[in-house]
């Protein structure tokens, strides 16, 4: 996802000056991707976030790191359709997730895939932790658009699934996130928790 500024130079007396720089949708498309690399790199071995829980500095890095993508990313729109995927987790904060993939083991099994479903045109998000072979455990939630990059969502029910088997519980909660960089390949978001999120498009169409 290009972001193109085309800043024209100013008209020049004779007089010898500098043309303003032009800057191009090549050079910020460069810029998006060396970041991105960047970013990338800094969350490759921290195992979805789980060891930098442990590692003030490298959280501090990766931080200042999507900051400098929010950057790139800040006069784009996030919420349209290109929000609409099955969205597989890369690095995240939030600390509810990576206790259960953590601590998957201690109930018999581990964890697979962690993903965000969104189908905007639905208004719909299913929080989603897999464990493969045959069990998930997801949340569904109601959206709606609140800005060019906020989505508001409420929590609408859970299930706890497994092979032949499935316990509904109560849903809990409500809040915000604002997807702060997004692109073909990934997505970067924060919430309003102060929690950020890294993501990439997962392969597949998760489905219920």
């Not at 259960?100 to 581990?110: D, H, K």
């Not at 969104?118 to 709606?144: C, Y």
């Not at 699934?161 to 109560?170: Q, S």
Request: glycine share 6%.
């Amino acid at each position: 996802m290009a972001t193109c500024l085309l800043i024209p130079t100013p008209y020049a007396p004779k007089c010898h000056r500098s043309p303003t720089p032009k800057i191009t949708c090549s050079s910020l498309t460069g810029q998006a991707q060396t970041a991105k690399r960047h970013l990338l790199s800094l969350i490759a071995d921290q195992d979805r976030g789980i060891k930098t829980q442990k590692d003030p500095a490298r959280r501090a890095s990766i931080v200042e790191a999507i900051d400098a993508m929010a950057v790139l990313g800040r006069d784009t729109v996030t919420t349209g359709t290109s929000l609409s995927a099955t969205w597989r987790l890369l690095w995240t904060t939030e600390k509810e997730q990576l206790f259960i993939v953590e601590n998957a083991r201690l109930f018999g099994t581990q964890a697979g895939d962690v993903l965000q479903v969104i189908d905007v045109e639905k208004m719909t998000l299913n929080n989603v932790i897999t464990f493969p072979p045959d069990g998930a455990f997801f949340v569904r939630s109601g959206i709606e658009i609140a800005s060019p990059q906020r989505v508001n969502f409420r929590f609408t029910s859970a299930v706890l699934r497994g092979k032949n088997w499935e316990i509904p519980l109560p849903p809990f909660g409500q809040g915000w996130f604002e997807s702060i960089y997004l692109d073909d390949d990934i997505r970067v978001a924060k919430d309003i928790r102060g929690d950020y999120l890294v993501v990439d498009h997962a392969h597949y169409s998760w489905k219920e």
